[in-house]
């Protein structure tokens, strides 16, 4: 049997507590979607006003689309963001589920 292996450098941890509730969902684009990323319906990186979820993990959409939007769950936002690279402010309001804590004292 053939396979390929794609080494990933390991995988971030945006959350700020273990218990979270995540849906499956598929992820349009291409290249690689970092954890954190605010998706949207369409499965498209949004931003925190149109997001449905929070990205669970790091998903390389050419590879396998298939992943994880957090919809209920606490997040580490300076981790989120700092991974990511975009700013969850106001994500509670679309996704009243999530809620965003700044000050774990995790480093990013």
Same mark, same amino acid.
């Given at each position: 049997?053939?396979?390929?292996?794609?080494?990933?450098?390991?995988?971030?941890?945006?959350?700020?507590?273990?218990?979270?509730?995540?849906?499956? @969902?598929?992820?349009?684009?291409?290249?690689?979607? *970092? =954890?954190? /990323?605010? &998706?949207?319906?369409? !499965?498209?990186?949004?931003?925190?006003?149109?997001?449905?979820?929070?990205?669970?993990?790091?998903?390389?959409?050419?590879?396998?689309?298939?992943?994880?939007?957090?919809? @209920?769950?606490?997040?580490?936002?300076?981790?989120? *963001? =700092?991974? /990511?690279? &975009?700013?969850?402010? !106001?994500?509670?309001?679309?996704?009243?589920?999530?809620?965003?804590?700044?000050?774990?004292?995790?480093?990013?």
């Amino acid at each position: 049997m053939k396979y390929t292996k794609t080494a990933s450098g390991g995988s971030v941890e945006i959350l700020a507590a273990d218990w979270h509730v995540s849906i499956p @969902k598929k992820i349009v684009g291409s290249g690689v979607v *970092k =954890a954190g /990323s605010p &998706i949207t319906e369409a !499965g498209g990186v949004g931003t925190a006003a149109t997001a449905v979820g929070v990205l669970l993990y790091d998903v390389n959409v050419d590879e396998n689309p298939n992943a994880a939007i957090v919809v @209920k769950g606490v997040i580490d936002a300076k981790k989120a *963001k =700092a991974h /990511s690279g &975009i700013d969850l402010d !106001g994500i509670t309001d679309s996704v009243p589920g999530i809620v965003l804590r700044a000050d774990t004292g995790v480093q990013a």
